[in-house]
């Protein structure tokens, strides 16, 4: 008996000593909740939910305000109205922090580990500056340096100002473009914006120097004729078609349509297509009303180009690259080039939705829409609004520059920017602008808004 004992002693004791050589800890693993993701599973996943921002609530935010969209019901109206509180730009917020600038965050780390994904690196900056891009002009001063990093959490993040932001903006461009020019790296897969692309690297470095344009003619009201060089030095190198433009484009599935349609199917009846739009698109006879506001048939409140199921969101078009180009030039007297430049852009925006070149000769034809002398900035301003249908881009451009003229809709003001959101209130209050949730704070200008 002691014999057994001693024998069964040895080998548990040999099984103890030796237990993480034979137990398989693969056992405990649940392979459909995956620790970590290769980076062309995340980089989608960002692209997707930039779509999301700038087609969901705070493209209809934007689209509200500078009544390319009208409110005509329920809380829709009450937006429509100025009527707006901290929750109602909070969902934007979490979406461009959460789901974008968090998971850029972490694509940027795993590039930094491994020199072959260099590419993704390049594409990866480009997506931070453009989400950035479009939260700094919505709010203005908003956390960034100190945000959205998951490797250090910071719950209590400070606000860097828009001013400090625009310059990283032109500096993380300028890095991307660096990046997507080195000579060697694993080719970029899961891209649902330029997948596609005859030469895909090249794309998004033209994407690069396009956006870079973008954010040099927003300060135009901070650095006048300078900001107008600068963007002008960036449109050479930018977009040179509609091949270019940077598309989100959703399924045909009901889950995972387009933004504006899920909206609309859940909330029919409460927005509609701009009458204000409408009426400055009615004038000039254009082509595009019936795909963006009055082909109602299949889709209520708005035309099949921006509201079916599988409907583009426009990240940047080439339109606005040629109307970025226009303004510069008439800012700096460059008049011919200027008209050129406005006449391609109109050009771009009719072909990308589709019109006939006929139609298009006769649309341009009309002195309403090309003069006989040179084109003015609310003519270049106007034709950007129209192309810009259904982009929070088109909102910053009228703050910027007052082009169209619009009426407010209600008292004497129209908001220019939205409160801080109730969530920042209730975990980030030590940090938020004084006054950025009290009723005032709508009407107020972000940095480069100011006078």
């Known amino acids: 008996m002691k014999k057994i004992l001693s024998s069964v002693m040895v080998v548990a004791a040999v099984a103890l000593s030796s237990c993480n050589q034979w137990i398989d800890y693969n056992l405990n693993v649940d392979p459909n909740n995956p620790t970590d993701a290769t980076p062309n599973l995340v980089l989608a996943p960002i692209q997707a939910s930039q779509g999301w921002l700038q087609g969901g609530a ?69 997506m931070r500056a453009v989400a950035i891009g479009t939260i700094t002009d919505t709010w203005g001063d908003v956390p960034f340096s100190e945000a959205s990093n998951p490797d250090n959490p910071n719950f209590t993040p400070k606000y860097d100002s828009q001013q400090e932001i625009y310059t990283r903006i032109q500096q993380i461009l300028d890095s991307a473009i660096v990046n997507l020019n080195a000579t060697s790296g694993i080719a970029v897969s899961g891209d649902l914006i330029y997948g596609g692309a005859a030469d895909q690297r090249a794309a998004w470095r033209k994407l690069a120097w396009t956006l870079k344009a973008r954010y040099a003619i927003h300060l135009t009201k901070r650095q006048g004729n300078a900001a107008a060089t600068a963007a002008l030095a960036s449109v050479a190198r930018g977009m040179t078609s509609n091949d270019d433009n940077a598309l989100v484009v959703y399924g045909a599935a009901e889950t995972t349509a387009n933004p504006l349609y899920q909206f609309q199917q859940a909330r029919t009846g409460d927005l509609t297509f701009g009458s204000t739009m409408k009426r400055l698109m009615e004038g000039l006879k254009d082509p595009r009303l019936g795909p963006f506001g009055t082909d109602r048939s299949a889709y209520p409140g708005f035309g099949p180009y921006y509201h079916s199921q599988a409907s583009p969101v426009a990240i940047c078009l080439y339109a606005e690259h040629k109307f970025i180009e226009a303004e510069a030039n008439q800012r700096l007297g460059n008049n011919a080039a200027a008209k050129a430049a406005y006449t391609a852009g109109i050009t771009a925006s009719l072909q990308q939705i589709g019109v006939s070149a006929a139609d298009i000769t006769t649309y341009l034809a009309q002195p309403s829409v090309t003069p006989s002398g040179d084109v003015t900035l609310r003519q270049i301003m106007e034709q950007k609004y129209i192309a810009l249908f259904a982009q929070p881009e088109s909102f910053t451009d009228w703050r910027r520059t007052g082009f169209p003229v619009l009426a407010p809709v209600r008292g004497t003001r129209i908001p220019r920017r939205l409160f801080t959101p109730i969530s920042e209130l209730q975990f980030n209050r030590v940090n938020i602008p004084n006054g950025s949730t009290d009723g005032p704070w709508l009407f107020t200008n972000v940095w480069w808004d100011a006078n």
């Open 58 to 126: 705070l493209g209809r935010l934007s689209c509200l305000m500078n009544q390319q969209f009208e409110g005509i019901d329920r809380q829709q109206q009450g937006l429509y109205n100025y009527l707006l509180t901290l929750t109602d730009g909070d969902d934007a917020w979490q979406t461009g922090y959460n789901n974008v600038l968090t998971n850029v965050n972490i694509l940027l780390n795993k590039t930094s580990r491994a020199q072959n994904l260099v590419y993704y690196r390049g594409v990866a900056q480009v």
